[in-house]
């Protein structure tokens, strides 16, 4: 129960953490900035944790501290998963939207496809590849950069290790 405990208020401090500084300012490469931030708390938090079992403050084995960490950093992998659909423009949350405005009356399979070509879900995307350095423009030209290089040869990896195909996302 403590590591469930200890690993909840942890993860919880850092979403508050996060809420202020998103009402402040939305950091311009909000990826980079939500890792930096729950990285922080979770060193924090730990060296808290430690610093109060050193103290005699708080009783708990080395291996509850070692859970409580693990929790926090899965919770925490799981709202970065998240965070990335809630940020980016979806095409699903977009055919919702969409969907939903036209009310009981609906819209026909033709209108719908009409309207999301006024959509424009690849542009915002690029940008925020380029912002997060995904990918570099040289020359006018577009290429993959040492992150996207990397995320890309992880994926492609994890792909093949599911015998899926190479294209496609």
């Given at each position: 129960?403590?590591?469930l405990?200890?690993?909840?208020?942890?993860?919880i401090?850092?979403?508050v953490?996060?809420?202020?500084?998103w009402?402040?300012r939305?950091?311009?490469?909000?990826?980079?900035?939500?890792?930096?931030?729950?990285?922080?708390?979770?060193?924090?938090?730990?060296a808290?944790?430690f610093?109060?079992?050193?103290?005699?403050?708080?009783?708990?084995?080395p291996l509850?501290?070692?859970?409580?960490?693990?929790?926090?950093?899965?919770?925490?992998?799981?709202?970065?998963?998240?965070?990335?659909?809630?940020?980016?423009?979806?095409?699903?949350?977009?055919?919702?939207?969409?969907?939903?405005?036209?009310?009981?009356?609906?819209?026909?399979?033709?209108?719908?496809?009409?309207?999301?070509?006024e959509?424009?879900f690849?542009?915002?995307?690029?940008?925020?590849?380029?912002?997060?350095?995904?990918?570099?423009?040289?020359?006018g030209?577009?290429h993959?950069?040492p992150?996207?290089?990397l995320?890309?040869?992880?994926?492609l990896?994890y792909?093949r290790?599911?015998?899926?195909?190479?294209?496609?996302?």
């Open positions: 129960m403590t590591v405990l200890g690993g909840g208020a942890l993860w401090l850092a979403y953490v996060h809420l202020i500084v009402h402040i939305i950091p311009r490469r909000q990826a980079a900035s939500l890792l930096l931030c729950f990285l922080t708390v979770g060193a924090a938090g730990a808290a944790i610093s109060l079992v050193s103290a005699g403050l708080l009783v708990s084995s509850r501290l070692i859970l409580t960490m693990l929790f926090y950093s899965s919770a925490s992998a799981i709202y970065f998963l998240l965070f990335s659909a809630i940020e980016a423009d979806s095409p699903t949350l977009t055919m919702m939207a969409i969907i939903g405005r036209c009310g009981p009356a609906g819209i026909s399979r033709d209108r719908l496809i009409e309207a999301l070509n959509h424009a690849i542009r915002p995307r690029l940008d925020q590849m380029l912002r997060d350095q995904m990918l570099i423009e040289i020359d030209r577009l993959a950069g992150r996207g290089r995320l890309a040869s992880v994926i990896s792909r290790l599911l015998g899926e195909p190479q294209a496609g996302g």
